[in-house]
């Protein structure tokens, strides 16, 4: 008999801002869940988050859905649109429309959302701009702003797509399994060159909260920040002073992981989103077994 993974991909028709997508996603886990939305780094794709929708404990109380950005991997840019002779960048009002209709057109009750890097920037747009969209939302390795420096080599005729792989190599942890941070190299080394670029136009420059974080109404939606300390890109005291801004919000430093924690050490990780997943349950069991896993219990210390 074949074995399948517990992920089964689809294809979305979606319309955002006036222009027709097709966007693909992968879903997993209790599909009477609760609604847990996954969004991906910049120039990477919904790949980054297999471990998390293989991981029963998890799917348990929740149905993980997790997709590619238009451009990105399988949803390929749009047949309605000459994408050919724009300048692709990534705008926050795209990201705000494009995740307010996935989460319409699927009819998701009451949803969690969590991303990383550009994704972890979003959840606190989303919390500012879209309160009550969600009822939580866990940003990975997020800040008030961040310098995206020279990103002129990333889309260069003469640099080729392994040296973002390796770029991105360089900001997980040391720590992590080999295999794995490879991996985070790898599919970084497949996205197209202005997609990674044009993805850090809003990483670096179209997501600046200001001092507008206080405005954010946890009573609404509540907001969980968790950087890696190895993350050079989003340091840990970034993220710290943004929750610190954040009346409700949490906030903890991942040891021993990087920019990537789902991807690169997907079992460590799994330590620290354990406690932050029970308290949206409202459990007081845990999500796996009765006992912590060796992961989550150094993750508590």
Known sequence: MPTFARRVGRYLDL???????????ESAGNPDGIPLVLQHTAGSDGRQWRHQLEDERIGRHFHLLAYDLPYHAKSV????????????RLTKSFLLDFVAAFVGELQLEDPVYMG????GHLALDLALHRPGLFQAVIGLE???????????????PEINNGYKGELMIGITSPLAPEAFRREVGWCY??????VF???????GTDHDLGDRAAEIDTSQTRVFLLTGEYDAATPPEASKEVAGQIKGATYRTMKGLGHFPMSEDPERFYGY?????????????RLGSPQFSPAAAAARG
């Open 77 to 88: 840019p749009p047949a309605g649109v000459e994408w050919w002779k724009q300048e692709y």
């Open 142 to 156: 997020a800040a008030i702003k961040s310098d995206p420096g020279n990103i002129d080599l990333l889309d260069h």
């Open 189 to 194: 080394s497949q996205g197209a060159p202005r």
């Open 273 to 285: 989103i354990e406690p932050v997943l029970e308290e949206i349950v409202g459990d007081q069991t």
């Open 197 to 203: 670029r044009g993805d850090l136009f809003y990483w």
């Open 116 to 119: 990383s890097s550009i994704g």
């Open 15 to 25: 319309e955002v801002q006036g222009v027709a997508y097709e966007v693909y996603f």
